[in-house]
């Protein structure tokens, strides 16, 4: 199954890298940070980071935004709403809002791969509102239910 994506730089980012992918067979394509300058995220700070670029998927497309596992691995530093989720009806500037776990301050740098956008297919759902709900083994049981090992 294949989708067109249009993507759209914002003016002033021309120098910005197009998302793309690292290797044949992955499913993300790597983000670009358009900050104006560098910018820092010192230990527990949170930053909204732009990218440069808007896109228009069709209907039933979502692309997520989720951490590069080098960046969160080496400096700790991740998106804080993962996955962030893109409408398919949103046409503005796609940002990413990353948080510096880490110990050390986090240096972002223009054109420097901040997170990775993975497109997923949305059912069509409806809700339909019931009484009652069927019975399962598991029935309520939440957080921790079924157990810690």
Do not use: W
Not at 49 to 71: D, F, K, N, Y
Request: proline share 5%; charged share 25%.
């Amino acid at each position: 199954m294949s989708f067109e994506v249009q993507i759209k730089r914002i003016q002033g980012n021309e120098d910005i890298e197009l998302p793309r992918k690292m290797s044949e067979l992955a499913s993300g394509f790597d983000l670009y940070a358009a900050v104006t300058e560098d910018m820092t995220l010192l230990p527990g700070q949170r930053g909204l980071v732009p990218t440069g670029i808007a896109i228009a998927m069709p209907g039933g497309l979502e692309a997520q935004i989720r951490p590069r596992s080098g960046l969160a691995n080496k400096h700790g530093v991740t998106c804080l709403n993962t996955p962030g989720t893109i409408d398919a009806d949103y046409r503005g500037e796609i940002k990413v809002l990353l948080i510096n776990l880490g110990q050390e301050p986090f240096m972002i740098r223009r054109n420097e791969r901040i997170a990775q956008m993975v497109f997923q297919i949305v059912p069509e759902v409806s809700l339909l509102q019931v009484d009652e709900l069927s019975e399962t083994e598991r029935g309520a049981g939440g957080f921790g239910h079924t157990g810690t090992k």
